[in-house]
């Protein structure tokens, strides 16, 4: 029987199976014999694909056809990114004879090996190379994956043809907006949407939260996969009786790290975190843990060792050779536990976590997200992911598992399905429209759960499944959003007023019911004195528009005036706005547009001043106005019914005074009295 040589199979692999690199004399399947197109077909289907993937893969280039270059794809995390667009590297056509290489980019070692590993699997006969740290690139491999910050630095990019580049892949795709990424785009050519080279982006979270726009760098977001097809996964949201109200905003709008750890790195809530585990979790094979930082990891895992748990952690300080052995074993189920901070939110290729712990709050949907995804991806070994969320009850504006699905974080459920937490949702939004404010059943569980968290008492909140995620950032208080200066001219409109700069203006599109922002310079001095030209406008400059959430909009807006102003005429609790009252040159404005002259802003300070200066400039005395409309309104109408009232009242006074005399008259005429009767 016909027995082919090792030599054949690579020709063939690379006729066949592997398209991306010319042959002379591509050989067909249609003249084999039988065995041996079997072999071939051995080879072509190594990797099998699921529906939503081949999906996937044909979305981009049905969109790659229509002459569409810089895509995006949305795929929950386990949905397998890695092996798309491996697959994806042979079917991207070349756009020229001399483009037939791939550029994978990263920001992480794990990521880099777990993206090099499986290109080594599907192209054997292709090279495939690393660039990253102390591992460098020839420039001429058929694949390369590169960490972001190495081929930024030290001229390392200049090695590498950016006309033989025919793909781009990035994972972790909400990344691109930085700097550093689009430093490498412009320099392979991709900086815009008329570039020749192809450009997919992969991400969970495709949004940013320093509100940085996405389509710098990518245009069309071709695919869209929910974590509805992935897994089923069931929450279990503890109050904890952490309180985060004190806690300060870093510049990108979560939580200060060092100032979250004290108050969450306690020895009370440690306790608390085990115990939730041991109660409701125990029995699972892998459980993941996400903390504050280094200091939490280690108090967390002694926490649980004192239980008699083997729990293990791993930080940024774990050597490369030590961590990866404490995955393999957790990978085994050698141990149950292992806790991290920041080292597996993204990237980490562990599909037998059947259990996740959020010890580590956060303000962003983003980070929530791609946590709790580390237990999405399939596994033999698991039939659903349990994820238990250490919530703060306090704190507004948290985001955390109740308030991913619209309810309110107080919420206690036990044994939710599905259509449960969807009638609450919908009972809530009635009761709020109904009552215009928060029901009253809703503030006496508050009460309660203060008093239960008072006496360190675990209130558990389940449910089990998921439908979808629905963010609550539109609700949020401006404050909350940001630690700048932020004013308020009505519920479609915010400003940010820079002394000597202009001001940042962010407010709703009623038509699209998107947010845009602008940002409108100050007039230099020299156009201002009473000679010069009056009629000479400022033109706002566009800043962003079509953002979904206000929350993005700020922080969009946020990160544009951190790079033009200093911190000091942007912080909210800047000193200069808490101390000293109103200069004489405010309270003269103020006396004009307020119209009073009595006014001598004795109970304003600078701060205060300011922020009231900036919605009379900015229209808040057409609200004012409007508002008085409103009461004067609101008056006539109830002067109108009081006057309708009294006559009704006075004609039901009419008539039981009729009624009053006719029942006399009655009454005298059935009085009958013995005696004589008088003539």
């Known amino acids: 029987m016909f027995s082919p040589s090792k030599r054949c199979l690579r020709t063939l692999r690379v006729a066949v199976y592997n398209p991306i690199f010319a042959h002379p004399n591509p050989i ?82 794990e990521l880099a090996q777990q993206a090099a590993r499986h290109c080594k699997s599907m192209y054997p006969d292709s090279t495939v190379e690393i660039e990253m740290g102390n591992h460098l690139a020839s420039g001429f491999a058929d694949i390369t994956i590169a960490s972001v910050q190495s081929l930024i630095s030290k001229n390392r990019m200049e090695k590498f043809d950016p006309k033989r580049i025919k793909l781009i892949l990035i994972d972790e795709a909400h990344h691109a907006a930085a700097p550093s990424y689009l430093k490498i785009l412009d ?93 409701r979790a125990s029995h699972r094979k892998s459980t993941l843990v996400f903390c504050v930082d280094i200091q939490h990891v280690q108090d967390l895992t002694n ?66 997200i791609q946590m709790i995804g580390r237990g999405m991806r399939l596994h033999n070994s698991k039939a659903d992911c349990h ?35 969807e009638k609450m949702v919908q009972e809530r939004a009635q009761e709020n429209e109904q009552q215009g404010s928060t029901p009253t059943h809703l503030n006496n569980l508050r009460s309660t759960l203060i008093e239960l968290q008072e006496q360190v008492r ?38 940010l007023e820079i002394i000597k700069h202009g001001f940042i203006r962010v407010e709703l599109d009623n038509k699209t019911g998107t947010y845009y922002g602008t940002y409108t310079a100050d007039l230099p001095s020299f156009l201002k004195v009473p000679w010069m030209n009056p009629h000479i406008k400022r033109t706002p400059k566009q800043l962003f528009k079509d953002v979904e959430t206000l929350e993005q909009a700020i922080h969009a807006a946020d990160s544009f005036a951190r790079k033009e102003c200093p911190r000091i005429l942007l912080e909210r609790r800047a000193a200069w706005r808490s101390k000293g009252p109103p200069t004489q040159g405010q309270i003269e404005f103020l006396r004009k547009v307020l119209k009073d002259e009595t006014f001598n802003g004795r109970n304003f300070t600078k701060g205060q001043a300011m922020d009231l200066i900036t919605k009379m400039k900015h229209g808040f005395h057409s609200v004012m106005a409007k508002s008085r409309r409103e009461l004067k309104r609101k008056s006539r109408q109830q002067e109108r019914e009081l006057k309708q009232a009294e006559k009704e009242q006075l004609k039901i006074e009419k008539m039981q005074k009729r009624l009053r005399d006719e029942q006399q008259r009655q009454e005298q005429r059935d009085n009958v009295q013995v005696g004589p009767l008088t003539i």
Request: with cysteine.
């Open 458 to 495: 675990i209130i558990y909140t389940d449910w089990s499944s998921v439908r979808e995620l629905i963010d609550d950032a539109k609700n949020m208080n401006i404050q909350q959003m940001s630690r700048f200066a932020w004013t308020v001219i009505d519920e479609t409109k915010y400003i």
């Open 28 to 109: 067909r399947i249609t003249w084999l014999p039988q065995n041996y197109a079997g072999i071939v077909r051995k080879y072509t289907s190594a990797v099998k694909l699921r529906p939503y993937q081949e999906e996937c893969i044909e979305a981009c280039l049905s969109h790659m056809e229509e002459g569409k270059k810089r895509l995006a794809i949305s795929l929950a995390t386990g949905s397998g990114k890695t092996v798309i667009f491996t697959s994806l590297i042979q079917r991207v056509p070349s756009p020229s004879k001399d483009a037939t290489r791939t550029l994978i980019l990263v920001h992480r070692s």
């Open 387 to 421: 994820v238990i969320d250490m919530v703060d009850g306090i704190t507004k504006g948290i985001v955390c598992v109740p308030t991913l699905f619209g309810l309110d974080p107080f919420d206690l459920v036990e044994n939710a399905t599905l259509k449960d937490l």
């Open 303 to 368: 926490t649980f060792r004192q239980y008699g748990i083997d729990a293990r952690y791993i930080t940024n300080n774990t050597i490369p050779r030590e961590r990866q052995d404490l995955v393999q074993a957790f990978k085994k189920h050698e141990y149950p536990v292992l806790v991290n901070c920041g080292i597996f939110t993204e990237g980490t290729d562990i599909p037998n976590i059947d259990s996740i712990i959020l010890a580590r709050p956060t303000h962003s949907r983003n980070l929530l």
């Open 187 to 279: 320099y392979f050519g991709a900086g815009s949407s008329d570039t020749n080279t192809y450009v997919v982006g992969f991400s969970a979270t495709l949004s940013r939260l320093d509100g940085l726009k996405l389509g710098r760098a990518m245009d069309y977001v071709v695919y869209h996969k929910s974590y509805l097809d992935m897994i089923d996964v069931k929450f279990t949201s503890v109050k904890s009786g952490v309180n985060l109200s004190g806690v300060k905003k870093a510049y990108h709008g979560d939580f200060q790290l060092d100032e979250l750890s004290k108050v969450v790195n306690t020895s009370a809530a440690n306790e608390i975190t085990v115990r939730a585990w041991l109660d």
